[in-house]
């Protein structure tokens, strides 16, 4: 994981680097248990760039990223 940021109007915004052509997923978790995937994006050039649109409000919130298949 590279870069974690919070954008104007409280989207949360995370870098992370990969495999070029490699699928990855970001998903959310308030207890460590529940997982909700939030974006998938393929890596290009080294990085991709997930944001999470719906994070504006939130007070506790965890993030994973897995790659898939």
Known sequence: VGTTAFQPGGLFQMTASGDDGRAYRLETSTNLVTWTPVVTNT????TATFTDSTAAGKVLRFYRILLLP
Do not use: C, K, T
């Open 43 to 46: 890596v290009s050039g080294g």
